[in-house]
């Protein structure tokens, strides 16, 4: 199968509500994290207009997303996403990370 699905992201160092705002607000970024697969989580921001892009297609929940952070790439599923109740904004993403060894729940 070939990544239909390619996010860009980049690592982010400062946690909180108020750096996750300010992510939002002025550089129009969606704050994420990477979990599982026995690894650290990694928390990482994503360009909002490349997550809207790639939810339009249905599929982007059901399908293997390869997420490039920093140039490094993981192979991760899509597990939650929160979006603003009036607003059409995501607020915040979360990926799991997968491999042909483990399985995952996917609901």
């Known amino acids: 199968m070939s990544d239909a699905f390619e996010i860009h992201a980049t690592a982010r160092t400062e946690l909180g509500k108020g750096a996750s705002r300010r992510l939002r607000r002025q550089a129009d970024l969606v704050p994420a994290i990477v979990y599982g697969e026995d690894k650290a989580p990694a928390n ?5 207009k490349d997550l809207i892009k790639a939810i339009a297609n249905e599929a982007f929940f059901s399908h293997i997303i390869k997420l490039v952070i920093d140039k490094k790439a993981e192979q991760v599923v899509i597990k939650a996403l929160q979006r603003h109740p009036a607003k059409s904004r995501i607020l915040h993403a979360d990926f799991q990370r997968v491999s042909a060894n483990h399985a995952i729940t996917v609901a």
Do not use: L, T
């Open 44 to 48: 990482i921001s994503i360009p909002h």
